[in-house]
């Protein structure tokens, strides 16, 4: 297959699953109307194509109350909906993949062009465009207008999209398109604005651009931080704002994420179980780790997922090498052992003065055996976290904020700079 030197996207359908945002800021903007909703299939059809066309033409507004609803959506979509969005899963690689190559990258959208510029910073994708166009304020250009200025210098290039509107306009511009059958329009509809390739999936865009798919590849993250710090909801959070930027992710706790590793949760957790011996309990979270490392964790990786781990190893060194005095060496030893040398690519440090944790724990819930140590206990984890985050690159301390969001996004802008630094899509 030919390969090109640009590639102009659609965004909406082709490059993101934004229909629920789209069609809330739609239903939102009849209601704010007076206009009865219509019916979720006809709704649906509305993704894509630019509102005027929806609005005036299917659906006979006139230019006043077309004015009205216009500005109803964008006030939904400016808060709201554009979060209600998320990148296909892999697309992040293939945009990658074709920046490697040399290729121009462009997008071409009836979205206006603040909207895609907030949209492409949000999800981490705005770095792989050369070119971004959409109607800038107070204009309507037609998609070929759009297209022609994504490649103003006139390269031989390709239009992917999902809907006949996007066809169209790669016809009138004279280059080819390719119709993106994952999207929110129809066979029928693109085989009849005449596309002149079909992708059925992401994956087999790689073909028909010209270009070999790279071996997927893991990345391990993970989260540490004393009782309290509000690690395990980062690592949550985490986990569900990469899935929604398109990374395939697996989450996953310690100890735990294995049956058997549960089982050892409960056992080591249970404020009933305050008789267990140091070596035992450091021995029982090797245990839990070397199945969890074995039977999650390395198959995730292999198969080129992103794990990210509520506690790992390090948790090990703290608590039961520097907390209960077993030697963080020996400790680190054993499981080193464990996890056949495994460590994590990154890890979160959420840091959070040890008193201030158990104060947060205390007025939650009660506390488990080890959060109901002493002072002196998580002063000493507090301690070697400390120790272990200033020596290290894969550590990234995040201080942990009153505000939730404030902290999550911290560890966001962490994350993707240091996926971008080790050379992630």
């Known amino acids: 297959m030919m390969k090109y030197d640009a590639v102009i996207f659609d965004l909406d359908g082709t490059l993101t699953d934004s229909a629920a945002g789209i069609v809330g800021g739609i239903r939102h903007a009849l209601s704010g109307v007076g206009r009865a909703l219509p019916d979720e299939a006809l709704l649906r059809t509305f993704v894509g194509p630019p509102l005027s066309l929806s609005f005036m033409e299917i659906l006979g507004m006139g230019e006043e109350e077309y004015a009205r609803a216009l500005a109803l959506y964008r006030e939904y979509y400016s808060v709201t909906g554009y979060l209600e969005n998320a990148v296909f899963p892999g697309v992040r690689a293939l945009l990658k993949a074709i920046r490697d190559a040399g290729t121009y990258v462009a997008i071409a959208s009836n979205k206006p062009r603040e909207s895609i510029l907030v949209i492409l910073e949000h999800f981490d994708l705005l770095r792989y465009f050369d070119s971004v166009q959409g109607p800038l304020p107070d204009e309507e250009p037609d998609k070929a207008e759009l297209i022609a200025r994504a490649n103003p210098a006139g390269l031989r290039a390709v239009m992917v999209g999902d809907r006949a509107l996007d066809i169209e306009a790669a016809h009138a511009v004279g280059i080819p398109s390719v119709a993106a059958l994952w999207g929110y329009g129809t066979g029928e509809e693109l085989h009849a604005a005449g596309a002149t390739f079909f992708a059925d ?3 087999s865009l790689y073909a028909l651009l010209g270009l070999g798919k790279p071996q997927p590849r893991g990345y391990f993250i993970s989260f540490e931080g004393n009782d309290g710090s509000g690690k395990s909801t980062q690592a949550k959070l985490l986990a569900e ?7 395939d992710v697996l989450p996953t706790r310690e100890p735990g994420g294995t049956p058997i590793g549960e089982t050892i949760r409960g056992i080591v957790l249970d404020a009933g179980n305050d008789g267990i011996d140091p070596a035992t309990e450091a021995l029982l979270y090797a245990a839990a780790r070397a199945q969890h490392v074995s039977q999650v964790i390395r198959p995730a990786l292999d198969r080129g997922m992103l794990v990210v781990s509520d506690r790992y190893v390090d948790s090990s060194v703290a608590y039961q090498g520097a ?16 996890t056949g040398g495994l460590l994590p690519d990154v890890t979160l440090f959420i840091r959070l003065a040890p008193e201030e944790g158990i104060r947060r724990r205390t007025a939650k819930h009660l506390l488990d055996r080890l959060e109901k140590e002493g002072a002196d206990f998580h002063a000493r984890v507090a301690e070697a976290f400390d120790r272990m985050a200033s020596g290290d690159r894969r550590f990234v301390t995040v201080e942990s904020q009153p505000l939730k969001a404030d902290t999550a996004q911290a560890v966001f802008e962490a994350v993707t700079r240091r996926l971008r630094e080790d050379g992630m899509p």
């Open 201 to 203: 999936s992401i994956d």
């Open 241 to 247: 704002r990469l899935s929604q930027i398109g990374y």
């Open 323 to 338: 907390g209960r005095g077993l030697g963080t060496e020996r400790v680190r030893a054993m499981n080193d052992f464990a």
